[in-house]
């Protein structure tokens, strides 16, 4: 498998360096976390100082032995070297039971920077302040952008042929090695079956199975939709056996802490204020929805959509659904003190579709940037200072 520098999350790697904090990087399984750490250490290797690297990879058979928090502990603390900085990198630390006792003892001692990945269904992001009783800093790593799709291929033209198979098969970097798209679908129901049953039935004792895979399945074929825990019980209940508002919601939040989907919650922005009815639901990447649902309904309006909400989150963005008394916008996009409002739409030659995008737009009355980003196949351009934006060349600007 061909491997490229992630350089986002390296230099967020980078950038941390030397801080006193419990380094943890998260992110759907099998999105490249292994591969950064390694990357990390390549970085550590190339410095002038020289730096004591304490890699385990608990998957290794070599690091058998520490499987046993006790021995970690003990193997961590043999490592360390005086006069040089010490940093302790463990990739897959949940294999280890009780592994937080061992790192949070290293911790105290202030004698290593600590770095730690594992499987997100034993370390999720809410689990964090009760795991360890140090600081941590969250590194959160995506699938493939398309930036770094095209980097992986080294395709250097022909974007727009690119982005359609992008679009298809997404950024699961694992599926690449694989020559066809229905092998490639393989490896991505293969991961999400892992996610779902190995991990999430295992760590909350789920007994309905197929209910917790249909609400899973339905979130899929529903991406871009208000949705509910209310609203997702109306529906399954009709033709499935009874399920309660409150199993809906514990079922969304396991999902949600593995990184499969993520919540855009809806901003009023009339009354600045957040709502807590209805949000909409995000894939961590579009190609579980045609590796498990199938590709029948492309749906390519709802796929750019998701494609969007994950880019806008790579670059640093908390995203909302914006809501303006009876209108909406897609995204509400913020950074600090900026702001950006999106709508996202496949086609937008139609008058009246692209009537149906601008008009939510030309109501806000706040200077901020506006922006339509379609499939237009052309270069950006103005109207009535909303940008319609190409959605191919809008994710090449990184």
């Avoid at 904090?21 to 970085?43: N, W």
């Avoid at 990739?91 to 004698?111: G, H």
């Avoid at 009339?270 to 709502?275: D, F, M, Q, S, T």
Wanted: glycine share 4%.
């Amino acid at each position: 498998m061909q491997l490229i520098v992630r350089k986002k999350y390296l230099d967020e790697l980078i950038e941390l360096y030397g801080t006193p904090d419990i380094k943890v990087i998260t992110g759907i399984k099998r999105s490249g976390k292994s591969v950064l750490l390694q990357e990390f250490v390549t970085y550590l290797q190339s410095l002038q100082e020289q730096v004591n690297i304490v890699m385990i990879n608990l998957q290794e058979l070599e690091f058998d032995q520490l499987l046993e928090y006790h021995e970690l502990h003990k193997y961590i603390l043999n490592q360390y070297k005086e006069g040089m900085p010490n940093v302790l990198l463990i990739d897959e630390v949940q294999l280890c039971p009780q592994f937080e006792l061992a790192i949070n003892s290293i911790y105290v001692k202030r004698i290593y920077d600590i770095y730690i990945t594992g499987s997100n269904a034993f370390l999720l992001s809410s689990d964090l302040a009760t795991l360890f009783t140090g600081r941590t800093m969250e590194i959160q790593v995506y699938p493939f952008s398309f930036v770094e799709y095209l980097t992986y291929y080294k395709i250097t033209k022909e974007y727009d042929e690119a982005f359609d198979q992008y679009v298809r098969t997404g950024g699961m970097p694992g599926a690449y090695v694989y020559k066809t798209e229905n092998r490639q679908y393989d490896y991505v129901r293969d991961v999400y079956s892992t996610i779902l049953i190995r991990d999430l039935v295992e760590k909350y004792k789920i007994r309905n199975k197929s209910e917790f895979t249909n609400i899973s399945e339905f979130m899929m074929d529903n991406i871009g939709n208000l949705l509910s825990p209310n609203n997702i019980c109306r529906t399954l209940n009709n033709s499935q056996n009874e399920i309660t508002r409150k199993t809906v919601s514990k079922y969304i939040s396991y999902l949600e802490n593995a990184f499969l989907f993520y919540e855009a919650k809806r901003y009023d922005l009339k009354g600045k204020k957040y709502l807590t009815n209805n949000s909409k639901y995000y894939l961590c990447d579009s190609s579980f929805r045609y590796a498990v649902n199938g590709t029948r309904n492309m749906d390519f309006e709802r796929v750019y959509e998701n494609i969007v909400y994950l880019e806008l989150r790579r670059r640093g963005y908390e995203v909302y659904v914006g809501k303006l008394y009876k209108k909406e916008i897609d995204f509400v996009a913020k950074k600090r003190e900026t702001q950006l409002y999106i709508q996202v739409s496949d086609n937008v030659s139609n008058e009246k579709t692209f009537e149906r995008e601008y008009s939510p737009l030309l109501a806000i009355r706040d200077a901020y940037p506006k922006m339509i980003i379609a499939r237009t196949y052309h270069e950006t351009y103005d109207y009535k200072g909303v940008k319609v934006v190409d959605i191919c060349r809008w994710l090449r600007e990184c």
